[in-house]
């Protein structure tokens, strides 16, 4: 979780988690903008941005830019997985 002009905070991502009732989900606050200066302006993307990865396989399941409600049937598809992330 970052700001449209930079990195985000442990309360944003806290805040926004709740706001999505994101129980079973982690949310991270990038304090230092990593994940954009190192991975999604290569993606060809802007803020605001949504990506899902898993967390057991370290893949990229889901990138997109905007709105993060497309977000969920990838979400859940690592929740429902059988491995030891779903649990």
Do not use: K, R
């Not at 994101?22 to 993606?43: A, C, K, P």
């Not at 949504?50 to 990138?63: H, K, N, R, S």
Request: with cysteine.
């Amino acid at each position: 979780m970052c700001t449209a002009s930079g990195g985000g905070s442990a309360a944003l991502a806290s805040s926004w988690g709740n706001s999505h009732n994101l129980e079973n989900v982690q949310v991270w606050g990038d304090v230092q903008d990593y994940v954009y200066t190192n991975f999604v302006q290569y993606l060809g993307g802007s803020y605001p941005n949504t990506m899902v990865i898993d967390l057991e396989t370290m893949e990229l399941v889901y990138f997109d830019v905007g709105a993060v409600d497309s977000a969920v049937s990838a979400i859940e598809g690592i929740i429902n997985a059988e491995h030891p992330c779903a649990e």
